[in-house]
């Protein structure tokens, strides 16, 4: 028995800079997790990850990775996306510069 389907959002990296990106309803890749589509229909998320690897002019390595819908909009549910919504861990790059 399959295990139900759980709420996920589109994640890849920016095929110029590398930056972790998030695919938006509007069909636009974000650098903040908190603007990405929760999809909470597993026909759904299927179909819009095929659109993301459509994009390969613009992203690299898309996949579709557990989230919780919180006040600010989908966040992470385990460590390693939480890592990657604070950047590159090689100071002074990315998201990290003002830390």
């Known amino acids: 028995m399959s295990r139900p389907f759980t709420p996920k959002v589109l994640t890849a990296n ?3 800079e590398g930056d972790a990106v998030w695919l938006t309803p509007r069909d636009e890749w974000s650098r903040n997790m908190a603007d990405a589509e929760l999809l909470e229909d597993e026909a759904v998320a299927q179909d819009r990850l095929l659109f993301a ?3 390969s002019d613009v992203v690299v390595g898309a996949y579709l ?3 919780k819908a919180s ?3 989908p966040a ?3 460590f390693r ?3 990657r919504t604070r ?3 090689n100071y002074p790059h990315g998201k990290q510069v003002g830390a």
């Open 81 to 83: 996306e939480e890592f």
């Open 65 to 67: 990775v557990d989230a």
């Open 76 to 78: 992470p549910v385990h």
């Open 14 to 16: 920016d095929l110029i």
């Open 87 to 89: 950047g590159p861990s």
């Open 53 to 55: 690897i459509a994009q």
């Open 71 to 73: 006040d600010a909009g």
